[in-house]
């Protein structure tokens, strides 16, 4: 079986189908990733093959661009509104993209198009060659199902001239989320187990072992762009909410050229370079994050409690779903996650409570139980 792996412009998009993508060259079969160069590092550190297609997207540019000086995502989108509309942006991705993929799709002769769910681009392929797609949700997911929606208007005119009667639907969407943390509303979709896959790399000296000392190790991790989205503020104020909370050690992974401008933080904390997060947390007690759905999902598989703070996107229903599961707290708003003493109660009761742990264990074990991405692509070239 021929399996073409397609995904939107971000290396974070396509990290979650990596594990799937390892399966299937492990069972024999051929996988090649098309994407535009945003991706292809991302694709060479997992070890896959892959074409380069198309220009840079520049997705962190673009959302730059969106902002004002100093203002953060939060202050300039607060929490979305839901998706009514497919995005010029995408309309203007898939004309610029798309005759690429269909040449290369029709060169390569994939049994099987792979893809993120909000991939419309792998749906017309699927659909002009007559083979069934696969989409993986990143996780908890309030996105795929109103985008594709609105894509059906959006992109109408383009299916047409290729000879479809509109966008066709996945034959097969995945669902690496457990039991109880999807949202109650989306489309059903067919469960997968959510194995950590978080870049390559290698564990800083020391980390590999537990902290000394029966100290509590937190582990922050806001992503690849939060602090380059005028974030340094809010990560120094994250930074400062652990003084005085005594017994715990702070790693938080701060690329260097920002330490100065964070400026002195308490003894406790310790900045570290960005590594792959699931090196970081077999020793670890709790989880700060951003909401994006790599890292909610990576703590969840260590059974993790999680402090959220989510920015923009579908990082609020990340922070909504765990918290409503027991599992996390979320704050929301960006008054909340400036409020030193609500940073410092919620990391506390995060660290001394039994509940948010429990859940969370609770979470981890559900997940485990899942279909294993070995399964899935047994299964998946069963069908094909």
């Known amino acids: 079986m021929r399996a073409l792996i397609v995904t939107t412009p971000v290396p974070t998009h396509f990290m979650p189908l990596v594990p799937l993508g390892w399966a299937l060259r492990a069972a024999g079969h051929e996988v090649l990733v098309a994407g535009q160069p945003d991706i292809m590092t991302a694709v060479r550190s997992a070890g896959l093959g892959g074409v ?11 959302m730059r661009g969106a902002l004002k000086d100093g203002e953060r995502a939060i202050d300039a989108f607060g929490r979305p509104e839901p998706v009514t509309e497919f995005p010029q ?25 792979v893809s993120d769910a909000i991939e419309c681009n792998a749906l017309i392929l699927g659909g002009t060659l007559g083979i069934p797609v696969v989409q993986y949700r990143w996780g908890v997911d309030p996105l795929s199902g109103p985008l594709r929606a609105a894509a059906r208007t959006a ?13 066709p639907d996945p034959a097969l969407l995945l ?4 039991p109880g943390l999807q949202l109650p509303g989306a489309e059903p979709g067919t469960p997968i187990r959510y194995v950590p896959y978080n870049g390559g790399g290698t564990t800083p000296p020391g980390l590999e072992r537990a902290p000394r000392d029966g100290l509590r190790r937190v582990v922050v991790s806001l992503g690849v762009r939060t602090l380059a989205l005028n974030g340094v503020p809010h990560v120094r104020r994250i930074l400062h909410a652990f003084d005085g909370l005594d017994g715990t ?10 330490r ?16 792959p997060l699931n090196l970081l947390l077999r020793h670890c007690a709790a989880v700060v994050h951003h909401g994006g759905s790599g890292t909610a999902m990576t703590a969840t598989s260590f059974g993790l409690p999680q402090l959220v703070l989510p920015q923009l996107a579908d990082q609020f229903a990340h922070g909504d779903q765990l918290s409503a599961a027991g599992a996390a707290i979320s704050l929301d708003t960006a008054a909340d996650q400036d409020d030193p003493e609500l ?6 009761t995060l660290l001394t409570d039994d509940a948010p742990r429990e859940s969370a264990r609770r979470l981890a074990r559900h997940m485990a139980r899942m279909p294993s991405p070995t399964d ?9």
């Open 89 to 113: 942006i995408w309309v203007d991705h898939s004309d610029s993209v798309l005759p690429d993929y269909l040449e290369l799709a029709r060169s390569f002769r994939p049994d099987v198009v």
């Open 249 to 258: 050690e702070a790693l938080v992974t701060v690329e260097e050229r920002y």
């Open 260 to 275: 100065d401008e964070i400026g002195p933080v308490p003894d406790q904390v310790r900045m570290i370079d960005p590594t």
């Open 343 to 348: 940073l410092a109660t919620s990391l506390k």
């Open 52 to 62: 380069s297609v198309g220009d840079w997207f520049r997705v962190g540019e673009r």
């Open 376 to 384: 899935v692509a047994a299964d998946l070239a069963r069908s094909v």
């Open 175 to 178: 669902d690496p989320c457990p």
């Open 155 to 167: 992109l109408k005119d383009r299916c047409e001239r290729l000879g479809l009667d509109g966008l």
